[in-house]
C-alpha cells in the first residue's frame, strides 16, 4: 500500500506503464488537453495485476478535478484488446460509452478504441 | 469532383436520381438564400453560431468563414439556388467529421440525407488517406441522427458533457462511416 500521494504517482509513472494509455481532458469544446503517461522502457510486467494502476488513477481522478476547476469530464481511450487497462477505468468509475472505429492514430496504426469517461458530476459527485 | 483548393472552374456533383440536388460551391451571389437558413433560430439552435441579423453580417460571414473553407458545398434545388450547405472538417490525417445545415422549409424531404450520400461516397473516393469520416450531434438533434442512420452511419455512442456549446454543456452522438462500410 501507499503511505503518499506522492508515492502513489510515482509508481504510476514508473510501473504502471505497460498498459499503454492515453487520457484527455475535455473543456470547453472538445478536448484541449492532455494528461499523458508514456510507457518507459523495461519489464515492469511484474507490477501488472496488483491494482497498482487502479489505486494511482482513483488518486489523481479527483485531484484533476480539484486543481482544474472549469473540468466537467475526463475521457480516456482505449484499445479494445487492453482489457487491463479497461479494468482499471471500470474499477475507477469510467463510464464506456462507446466504440470509436478506427478513431486512434498510433505509431502508424489504426485502432479502434472504448471511449471511458467520467463526469464531476453526477460520476464522482452523485446527488443525494 | 475536385477537391483541389487552387481549382479555377467550380465543378458540379449532380445526384442521382438526376434532378433531385446538386452540390456546388458557394458564392456571394447566394447570400439572400443563406440568409433564410441563417436567421431562423430553428436551424442554428445545434449549430455553434447565432442567428444572423443582417445581410451585412451575412456576407461577412460568407466571405470570412464560409469562402474560406476547405471544404464546403451548397446543397442546391434544380434552379441552382442553395437551400443549405453540407462540409468536411479535418480532424488529422485519416480522419475527417462532415456537418451540415439545410433550411427549416426543406426538412423532413431527403435532401440532407442525400447530400450526405453523396459527399461520403466522394470524400473516400477524392481522399483514399481517409480511414474513417465522424459526425457528433446533440443528443436532442433526433431529424439529424436519422439523416446519418438512413445513410448507413453506426451510432457508436453517446459522449456525455462532452461540448461546449453556446454555454450550455451538451451530451454528443458519435457516428461514423468506414471505407468498407455499405451504403444503405
Excluded at chain 1, 39 to 62: F, H, L, M, Q, Y
Excluded at chain 1, 65 to 75: G, K
Excluded at chain 2, 115 to 134: G, I, N, Q, S
Aim: proline share 6%.
Amino acid at each position: 500500500s501507499f503511505t503518499s500521494e506522492e508515492e502513489a504517482l510515482v509508481f504510476m509513472r514508473d510501473a504502471c506503464l505497460p498498459h499503454p494509455w492515453r487520457r484527455s481532458i475535455s473543456i470547453d469544446d472538445r478536448s484541449i488537453g492532455f494528461i499523458s503517461v508514456f510507457p518507459e522502457t523495461g519489464d515492469d510486467s511484474i507490477n501488472w495485476g496488483k491494482g497498482i494502476a487502479t489505486r494511482a488513477v482513483s488518486i489523481a481522478v479527483p485531484q484533476v478535478f480539484n486543481d482544474l476547476p472549469h473540468v466537467l469530464r475526463l475521457q480516456a481511450f482505449v484499445q479494445t484488446q487492453n482489457k487491463a487497462s479497461q479494468r482499471v477505468l471500470e474499477k475507477v468509475g469510467f463510464q464506456r460509452e462507446g466504440l470509436l472505429r478506427k478513431y486512434s492514430y498510433l505509431k502508424g496504426e489504426i485502432h479502434d478504441v472504448f471511449v471511458y469517461s467520467l463526469l464531476l458530476s453526477p460520476d464522482l459527485l452523485p446527488l443525494p | 469532383m475536385e477537391m483541389d483548393l487552387n481549382e479555377t472552374q467550380p465543378t458540379v456533383v449532380v445526384s442521382s436520381p438526376p434532378g433531385r440536388i446538386s452540390l456546388r460551391p458557394m458564392t456571394l451571389s447566394d447570400v439572400d438564400d443563406y440568409m433564410v437558413w441563417a436567421t431562423d433560430a430553428e436551424v442554428a439552435r445545434f449549430c455553434s453560431w447565432e442567428p444572423c441579423t443582417s445581410r451585412e453580417e451575412a456576407i461577412k460571414y460568407i466571405t470570412d468563414s464560409v469562402l474560406t473553407h476547405p471544404w464546403l458545398r451548397a446543397i442546391c434545388l434544380e434552379d441552382d439556388r442553395p437551400i443549405g450547405y453540407i462540409l468536411i472538417m479535418p480532424v488529422d490525417k485519416i480522419r475527417k467529421e462532415i456537418g451540415y445545415v439545410l433550411a427549416r422549409k426543406y426538412w423532413g424531404k431527403g435532401f440532407a440525407t442525400e447530400a450526405v450520400r453523396l459527399v461520403t461516397a466522394e470524400v473516400f473516393k477524392a481522399m483514399p488517406e481517409v480511414e474513417r469520416l465522424e459526425a457528433l450531434v446533440d443528443v436532442d438533434n433526433v431529424g439529424s441522427q436519422r439523416v446519418l442512420e438512413k445513410v448507413g452511419f453506426t451510432r457508436e455512442g453517446v459522449m456525455r458533457k462532452f461540448i461546449v456549446m453556446k454555454g450550455s454543456v451538451r451530451d454528443m452522438v458519435m457516428f461514423s462511416f468506414l471505407p468498407t462500410d455499405p451504403f444503405k
